[in-house]
């Protein structure tokens, strides 16, 4: 059972790379990016389905997150080989959707 499964409001699972990373610069953040969207790429174009969605830094932590859809830690693994990054460790993550409040007409008298 994915751990998503049967929980409302949360989004399908996914994986997130965890790579410590002293002193990055933006411009070596994006090259990342691209060589981690290149590798699922081929990844996907060999047939696994791998999506790279993106990247986080937390500069303060001198670390950065790198998140992808796909069905293994190990294909994601091989993403970050591939895209030569080097993942501390790589992790499930489950995503929740932030709801909407529902806003209410303030004369419109509710029913009991």
Same mark, same amino acid.
């Given at each position: 059972?994915?751990?998503?499964?049967?929980?409302?409001?949360?989004?399908?699972?996914?994986?997130?790379?965890?790579?410590?990373?002293?002193?990055?610069? #933006? /411009? !070596?953040?994006?090259? @990342? +990016?691209?060589?981690?969207? =290149?590798?699922?790429?081929?990844?996907? *174009?060999?047939?696994?389905?791998?999506?790279?969605?993106?990247?986080?830094?937390?500069?303060?932590?001198?670390?950065?997150?790198?998140?992808?859809?796909?069905?293994?830690?190990?294909?994601? #693994? /091989? !993403?970050?080989?591939? @895209? +030569?990054?080097?993942?501390? =460790?790589?992790?499930?993550?489950?995503? *929740?959707?932030?709801?909407?409040?529902?806003?209410?007409?303030?004369?419109?008298?509710?029913?009991?």
């Amino acid at each position: 059972m994915d751990v998503a499964d049967g929980i409302k409001g949360f989004e399908s699972a996914g994986y997130m790379g965890e790579c410590f990373w002293p002193d990055v610069t #933006e /411009e !070596a953040l994006a090259s @990342a +990016d691209t060589r981690a969207r =290149r590798a699922a790429g081929e990844l996907t *174009a060999e047939g696994h389905e791998v999506r790279y969605l993106g990247s986080v830094l937390v500069a303060d932590d001198e670390v950065v997150f790198f998140f992808f859809d796909g069905p293994s830690v190990g294909l994601v #693994e /091989e !993403a970050g080989k591939r @895209a +030569d990054i080097d993942f501390a =460790r790589v992790m499930r993550t489950v995503g *929740a959707r932030a709801r909407r409040p529902v806003v209410r007409d303030p004369n419109e008298r509710r029913s009991s």
